[in-house]
T-cell receptor, first 115, second 114 residues
């Protein structure tokens, strides 16, 4: 079974508008971390935001916020006030357990910001 | 924040030759590093977990004799693609980080095998 599911292959958003990128996850671990990364066309992986499984408050980092709904196993990324430079691939990922474990990625969502 | 450096960023090699990719953690000691591969328009797939001072752990379907990983120090892991073929052409990217923290990625290596 897919551990990370991103159901939106592509999304369009008008500049200055907000956009939500969906992510659901599947794990039997009680301790896990959820991450969002941005990958521009250059290929680098840029860390955006992190949510721990025990965190009760939704994470926020500047224009990025993570809508964490633990019972539904969802971790949606909200980007407010979209900018042209936000156009990129966005990956949701998870680290399971308490050790130094790898990230498992979803298939990604390509976001295009329109002027 | 933690920085991971990867070299080279781009390499073109002939079929049958070997290519070495280096991944360094610049400001922290990484007992564990992870190697990923990304084909065009696809996600990152974990190839192997590199452990300092011991053998790497490979994911199912990844040939350990083809993708040699060496993690001889706490700041350096290398991936050698041996006897490369055109189907090995891909984007290879390494990462490292602390427990329960974001993984930091190198800038990746785009390998083209002709």
């Amino acid at each position: 079974a897919q551990k990370i599911t991103q159901t939106q292959p592509g999304m369009f958003v008008q500049e200055k508008e907000a956009v939500t990128l969906d992510c659901t996850y599947d794990t039997s671990d009680q301790s896990y971390g959820l991450f969002w990364y941005k990958q521009p066309s250059s290929g680098e992986m840029i860390f955006l935001i992190y949510q721990g499984s025990y965190d009760e408050q939704n994470a926020t980092e500047g224009r990025y916020s993570l809508n964490f709904q633990k019972a539904r196993k969802s971790a949606n990324l909200v980007i407010s006030a979209s900018q042209l430079g936000d156009s990129a691939m966005y990956f949701c990922a998870m680290r399971e357990g308490t050790g130094n474990t790898p990230l498992v990625f979803g298939k990604g969502t390509r976001l295009s910001v329109i002027a | 924040g933690a920085v991971v450096s990867q070299h080279p960023s781009r390499v073109i090699c002939k079929s049958g030759t070997s290519v070495k990719i280096e991944c360094r953690s610049l400001d922290f000691q990484a007992t564990t590093m992870f190697w990923y591969r990304q084909f065009p328009k696809q996600s990152l797939m974990l190839m192997a977990t590199s452990n300092e001072g011991s053998k790497a752990t490979y994911e199912q379907g990844v040939e350990k004799d083809k993708f040699l990983i060496n993690h001889a120090s706490l700041t350096l892991s290398t991936l050698t693609v041996t006897s490369a073929h055109p189907e090995d052409s891909s984007f290879y990217i390494c990462s490292a980080g602390q427990v329960a923290s974001p993984l930091h990625f190198g800038n990746g290596t785009r390998l083209t095998v002709t």
